[in-house]
């Protein structure tokens, strides 16, 4: 998926996504996050400790990280 692409195209990409991934398993998770303004006025630390109590693999707590400045 692009970075240029709609909401519109996102949404749809995941709708296949999930109805792909629902074929052959119970339950599909997603998590979505908006990280436009969300943290602006939070200290980054702290809601990087809060994701660090989060059983994420390490690469994707990286990547979460990356997002900030």
Not at 31 to 54: C, E, G, N, T, W
């Amino acid at each position: 998926m692009s970075s240029t692409g709609s909401t519109t195209a996102a949404f749809v990409h995941l709708l296949h996504t999930v109805t792909t991934i629902i074929e052959n398993n119970p339950f599909v998770v997603v998590l979505a996050i908006d990280f436009s303004k969300a943290f602006d006025s939070v200290r980054h630390s702290a809601v990087f400790k809060k994701f660090s109590y989060l059983d994420l693999p390490d690469h994707i707590y990286n990547w979460i990280e990356s997002l900030f400045p």
